[in-house]
C-alpha cells in the first residue's frame, strides 16, 4: 500500500531526489512543499508542518526536538554576533519566525 501512493497505476512520476532531506533542506523544503503538498504528505501529516508554521511564537529546534540531531540548527552559536549583519541583509528571514522585533519577546530586551 505504501508503494503505491506513488507507484501505483494512473500515476505520474515523481522525482523523489528534489524531496532529499539533505543538511540544508531546511532552508529549500518552502519551495518543493508549494510545488506538489502531496509528495510531502506521503511521510509527513499536516501538523508536522503546523509545528512549525501555525504559530507566530519562536519555536527552536533546540525546543521542538530536543532528541534529534539530524535537523540542521538554525542558529550557530556564534549567531549574537552575526544576527545584527544578516538581520540587514534580510530581515524578513527574522521575521517569519520572530515577528516584528519592537514586539516580540525574545527581540525585545536589546531592540524594545
Known amino acids: 500500500e505504501f508503494?503505491?501512493?506513488?507507484h501505483g497505476f494512473n500515476k505520474e512520476p515523481v522525482d523523489f531526489e528534489r524531496y532529499n532531506h539533505t543538511s540544508l533542506f531546511t532552508d529549500s523544503h518552502r519551495l518543493v512543499a508549494y510545488q506538489d503538498e502531496r509528495v510531502?504528505?506521503?511521510?509527513?501529516?499536516?501538523?508536522?508542518?503546523?509545528?512549525?508554521?501555525?504559530?507566530?511564537?519562536?519555536?527552536?529546534?533546540?525546543?521542538?526536538?530536543?532528541?534529534e540531531n539530524y535537523r540542521r540548527v538554525q542558529h550557530r552559536g556564534d549567531f549574537l554576533a552575526r544576527h545584527r549583519i544578516e538581520a540587514r541583509v534580510d530581515p524578513t528571514s527574522c521575521f517569519r519566525c520572530h515577528g516584528n522585533p519592537k514586539s516580540a519577546q525574545t527581540c525585545q530586551p536589546c531592540h524594545g
Open 40 to 67: 510531502c504528505s506521503i511521510c509527513h501529516s499536516q501538523s508536522f508542518c503546523s509545528d512549525c508554521h501555525a504559530t507566530r511564537v519562536e519555536l527552536k529546534p533546540s525546543i521542538k526536538n530536543p532528541t
Open 3 to 6: 508503494c503505491t501512493k506513488c
